[in-house]
């Protein structure tokens, strides 16, 4: 089949959190994202969410170089242009470098606009026979104030059933956070994250956390250093497992090779969309390094993308990919994406992501919008 994308319609969409989130660097309490839609002249629709945070914290986009990047490069190389596979219309975009994030939004909307006019789900367009049809899943809980609302956090998700819990951590809620989690949950599956708030010269302390049997340390060095962290995995008994710093599956090779970690977070938005992503999986799994899925605390949209990536096999850890009413109280799709026991289903059978917008709670949270046609930006 090919498609001809006629219009592109870009909505910055707000939803508050359900509770305030907190990271090495920084808190926030609610979050805009671009959720892209795509049309084509004879009425086949796709779409997806740009999950980039609205701050340059956790890598150099915003919402408004998203924004910018979509509306001015990717959306008109898209237009007006046949295309046949999600990775042909991603070759449309292909010299434009870096802008992940931006490039994921539109990404995923081919896939989906793809998937659905073929009347398949995306995770069997991504992973055939081989796609699960459900997929294990863990929470990631932001900073505390103290050890004791974070241990009622966790007591919270366990009850839910949820598989591992991953902590964020940063200078002065380290050791001792991870020490009070230790005691009261012995046996949990835990891990945490670092968001990259420490150097070479805190080996020391993160050996530390060496006794309290983590799954592994995310992203403990630079956002752009594989370097460093082969000289700390060496020091080291947790494995690290790299998120910030791998923006392909080129990046993952190089870092496997490096020994700069022994596990993969692929998060569909940092490595600029799903084609990269399962190329990620598909490297990790044939060189038997495990890979679980992270998340932007994506709205429906995004985050059935990632169910959809998570459902290939590699995907051997339970990753970040929780429940929506983890994070809000309302999402902006249906079905709702929901966990049991600890399990979110993939909808197989439904064509496309198989979450759908409706488009009233789309309007009601709507911040403003843009429509981009092969005759330019109409308001
Ligand atoms: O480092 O994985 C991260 C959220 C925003 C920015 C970075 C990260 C995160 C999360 C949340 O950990 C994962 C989720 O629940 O989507
Ligand atoms: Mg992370």
Redesign the pocket.
């Known amino acids: 089949m090919s498609y001809v994308v006629e219009r592109v319609d870009l909505y910055l969409v707000r939803l508050p959190l359900v509770r305030p989130?907190t990271?090495s660097s920084h808190t926030k309490d609610h979050l805009d994202h671009i959720i892209v839609r795509l049309r084509t002249h004879d009425g086949a629709e796709g779409w997806g969410e740009c999950a980039s945070?609205s701050d340059p914290y956790?890598c150099p986009e915003t919402v408004e170089t998203c924004w910018h990047i979509l509306r001015d490069f990717l959306a008109p190389a898209l237009l007006g242009q046949p295309w046949r596979s999600p990775e042909e219309a991603a070759e449309r975009w292909r010299k434009v470098r870096g802008n992940n994030f931006a490039k994921a939004g539109i990404e995923m909307a081919c896939w989906d606009l793809d998937a659905r006019a073929r009347g398949i789900s995306v995770a069997r367009a991504l992973g055939g026979e081989e796609a699960r049809s459900f997929i294990e899943s863990g929470?990631?809980l932001g900073i505390e104030a103290t050890p004791d609302a974070l241990l009622e956090q966790i007591a919270r998700y366990v009850e839910q059933g949820y598989k591992r819990i991953?902590m964020?951590i940063g200078p002065g809620h380290d050791v001792a956070d991870v020490a009070a989690v230790r005691e009261r949950y012995p046996d949990l599956p835990l891990m945490v994250?670092a968001?990259s708030a420490y150097t070479l010269a805190d080996a020391p302390l993160l050996r530390e956390l060496d006794r309290f049997g983590l799954m592994m340390i995310?992203?403990p060095l630079g956002a752009d250093d594989i370097i460093d962290h082969a000289q700390l995995q060496r020091q080291l008994r947790t494995p690290i497992c790299l998120?910030?710093s791998i923006h392909s599956a080129d990046d993952a090779r190089k870092a496997l090779d490096l020994g700069a970690c022994r596990i993969i977070?692929i998060?569909v938005s940092r490595l600029g969309g799903l084609a990269e992503a399962r190329r990620t999986h598909d490297l990790c799994r044939a060189r038997g390094v495990p890979v679980w899925c992270?998340?932007?605390?994506?709205f429906g949209v995004g985050r059935a993308a990632n169910v959809a990536i998570n459902s290939l096999p590699g995907f051997t850890l339970p990753g970040?990919?929780?429940g929506s009413d983890?994070?809000y109280r309302e999402d902006i799709v249906e079905p709702p994406i929901r966990a049991h026991a600890g399990r979110l289903p993939v909808p197989l059978d439904r064509p496309g992501l198989g979450h759908d917008v409706v488009e009233e709670r789309l309007r009601a949270a709507l911040v403003r919008e843009e429509t981009i046609t092969a005759r330019g930006v109409l308001v």
């Open positions: 989130f990271t945070p956790y929470v990631s991953k964020k994250d968001n995310e992203q998120d910030e977070n998060k992270g998340g932007m605390h994506e970040d990919v929780s983890k994070a």
